[in-house]
């Protein structure tokens, strides 16, 4: 078999990645003890081999010791989860594992940049901070476009509580934001408000995304910014 780019690679181990984050996936992986952490530790094997703070073995190849790593773990869950999908799931398991197969050694290695830089192409900026903000809420690249539209383009929001929303706009912190910022917010307007749970929450995610569901929005809401945050909770199109 002809050996894969390292594009090809970087798509396989993504896929394989994204496609454990399908509920009925996870469902059936875990019985075998495929969950969370599972996947805390896979994604930290990736980054270990971009961003590792070992010494490349040889002229910026990957050390030897993160490659084995990372293979261990390939190597482990790829079988486990194509028997457990083809039995139960076969239309998941035909399309998460078309052309995806198992290697060894340092054609394992996988950049996120290779990722990153996929994006860039899309017209895609956000870099890093983009990507580990929605990483858990797409399954396919194209995916990423929309999350992208959301916290960069201009959109008309869901305002489901006019004078909630225009308070909590009047709350938000000055910047510089970072993940820290949405905790502070938060917190400001419960304490104002005397609000918690879904009467806290979901309003605020109707203005700023224009969606019931998506990424956590302490992730979301440095990428969204200040302006485009406080317009749009003041139901403007931002």
């Given amino acids: 078999m002809a050996r894969l780019t390292t594009l090809q690679k970087s798509e396989r181990m993504l896929r394989f990645l ?4 399908i509920p009925r996936v996870a469902q059936a992986l875990a019985p075998y003890g495929f969950g969370r952490k599972t996947m805390e530790e ?5 980054r270990e081999v971009v961003f590792g703070g070992e010494e490349p073995s040889e002229e910026g190849k990957p050390n030897l010791r993160v490659l084995s790593d990372l293979d261990a773990f390939e190597n482990t869950w790829f079988p486990i989860a194509r028997r ?15 052309q995806l197969s198992q290697t060894r050694g340092p054609g394992v290695a996988i950049s ?51 004078a909630y929303c225009r308070r909590a706009a009047e709350l938000l912190p000055p910047p510089p934001w970072d993940e820290s910022t949405w905790s502070k ?19 605020l995610r ?10 956590e929005l302490k992730a979301l809401l440095p990428l969204i910014g200040p302006e485009r945050a406080a317009a749009r909770l003041r139901g403007e199109v931002a």
Avoid: C, Y
Avoid at 18 to 21: D, Y
Avoid at 42 to 46: C, D, P, Q, R
């Fill in 42 to 46: 896979g994604w930290a094997h990736l």
């Fill in 84 to 98: 457990s999908l083809a039995r139960r799931h076969p239309e998941i398991a035909k399309h998460l594992f078309d």
């Fill in 206 to 215: 109707l203005a700023l995304t224009a969606r019931e569901q998506g990424p």
């Fill in 18 to 21: 994204f496609g454990m984050r």
């Fill in 185 to 203: 917010w938060t917190d400001a307007i419960k304490a104002d408000t005397g609000r918690k749970g879904r009467a806290l929450f979901h309003p």
């Fill in 112 to 162: 996120v940049q290779v990722f990153l830089d996929r994006l860039e192409s899309m017209g895609i900026t956000g870099g890093e901070a983009f990507w580990f903000a929605i990483r858990g809420n797409i399954t396919f690249l194209a995916d990423t476009r929309e999350w992208w539209e959301v916290v960069s383009q201009p959109l008309t929001p869901t305002i489901e509580d006019e």
